[in-house]
């Protein structure tokens, strides 16, 4: 069982960095790409970043190439996001996801639905 955990949201102030983190405390998510997504209040679900399961493929949003970073530890079982330069768009709950229903492990999938395993999510506010 894959249960994923975020952490690391809160209010911050315009331009101010924040690193969101992502476990599993269940199976580990080693050998799972990864992604995290966010939603904000009345709008849909939309993709973030994405990482393969060895790291090598990264894929980002255009809303946010250049101030994300998402990477990953196996160590520690945990993938991060890095948010730099964060503006009030980026207010929104981020959450993560792991497995992708086809098996594909070595690509980065950006819909929402071709992930298995879902966190909670993590609140990130952003004050102007």
């Known amino acids: ?65 250049g101030r994300f970073t998402i990477s990953r530890d196996g160590a520690k079982n945990t993938v991060y996001l890095q948010m730099d330069s964060l503006n009030p768009e980026d207010t929104a709950v981020y959450f993560c996801a792991a497995g992708t229903r086809s098996g594909d492990t070595s690509s980065v999938k950006t819909q929402g639905y071709e992930y298995l395993y879902w966190g909670q999510g993590t609140q990130v506010t952003v004050s102007s």
């Open 1 to 65: 069982q894959v249960m994923l955990v975020e952490s690391g949201g809160g209010l911050v102030q315009a331009g101010a960095s924040l690193r969101l983190s992502c476990a599993s405390s269940g199976r580990a998510i080693g050998s799972f790409p990864v992604a995290w997504f966010r939603q904000a209040p009345g709008k849909e679900r939309e993709f973030v970043a994405g990482i393969s399961w060895n790291g090598i493929y990264r894929s980002y949003a255009d809303s946010v190439k």
